[in-house]
């Protein structure tokens, strides 16, 4: 983002992504940025319909986040991987996880893809 929009335009829409984040998901639920304009959520204890629904509203709220000059629509690519074992190290959830977002992007972004699906 930063490189294409400007660092202050980055972080203006850094911001906006946390505020829909932080508004859409549980207090318990673990969010955080792990890297240039890439989110990680942790959500325990949550059916797999139930948090594609959330993520689907989510990518719906920040389309309408207008981005740059000509105010283009924010489009967000989503990998999502849930564990069948609850004994997984936090490394190898990630690695499914962030395998499930490249296959995303690589679909044709603003998309949402579970890991195994």
């Not at 998901?25 to 139930?50: A, M, T, W, Y």
């Amino acid at each position: 983002m930063n490189d294409t929009y400007g660092h202050i335009e980055g972080d203006t829409l850094l911001h906006e992504v946390g505020k829909v984040l932080r508004s859409s998901f549980r207090e318990s639920d673990v969010l955080g940025r792990v890297g240039g304009d890439e989110f990680l959520l942790l959500l325990k204890n949550i059916d797999l319909e139930v948090a594609l629904d959330k993520l689907e509203q989510v990518k719906r709220q920040l389309a309408a986040v207008k981005v740059g000059s000509q105010g283009k629509a924010l489009s967000v690519s989503m990998g999502v991987y849930v564990p069948e074992d609850d004994d997984l190290a936090y490394r190898d959830v990630f690695v499914k996880a962030d395998e499930a977002l490249y296959r995303a992007k690589r679909s044709g972004k603003n998309r949402i893809c579970v890991h195994g699906r």
